[in-house]
């Protein structure tokens, strides 16, 4: 929702709590104006930000004093990860694949949520385009998909490695 349209949607009691991610890039004046948001229309504030941000709001008294609460997210574990490739295979529709690949996506992504989920958006972005050939999740598809991460979709960002001569 567009929070120049907040104040209609508060009124028809749609909007109780504003989420906010990546809350560290915000200024000063952006969070005084959450404050003044949570404020004057009695909604609740969750902001997500990177390790670290709670000392730049304990800066802020007058802010900080409004913290009910500080959770650290840590990486899941394999197993939770495992948990998470299995909601996904079936939100996706799709036969559980070979144990090498829970590895592989574990290896890749260490169990960072936002990780996992550019993974799989990437492996849902390449299981469409090639909905005709591949009707799985395998090495293949999931190595496809980080490198799209890692270089672009077209690979333009990709550099060439360079080739050693035996007279260098």
Do not use: C
């Not at 996706?92 to 990780?115: C, D, F, H």
Request: glycine share 4%.
């Amino acid at each position: 929702v567009n929070p120049k349209e907040w104040p209609s949607e508060l009124s028809k009691q749609h909007l109780k709590l504003v989420i906010v991610d990546e809350a560290f890039r915000l200024k000063y004046q952006a969070l005084e104006q959450l404050r003044d948001i949570q404020e004057e229309w009695d909604v609740g504030l969750l902001l997500i930000a990177d390790p670290g941000f709670e000392r730049s709001l304990s800066r802020m008294w007058h802010f900080s004093i409004r913290v009910a609460h500080v959770e650290e997210l840590k990486p899941l574990t394999a197993a939770e990860t495992t948990e998470y490739i299995d909601k996904q295979l079936e939100v996706m529709n799709l036969p559980k694949p070979p144990e090498e690949v829970y590895a592989l996506i574990y290896w890749y992504t260490q169990g960072v949520l936002r990780s996992l989920g550019n993974l799989f958006s990437m492996i849902a972005r390449i299981l469409k385009i090639n909905e005709d050939v591949v009707k799985e999740l395998n090495r293949e598809v999931v190595e496809t998909a980080r490198e799209m991460m890692m270089f672009g979709i077209n690979g333009t960002l990709r550099k060439q490695p360079a080739l050693l001569s035996p007279d260098s």
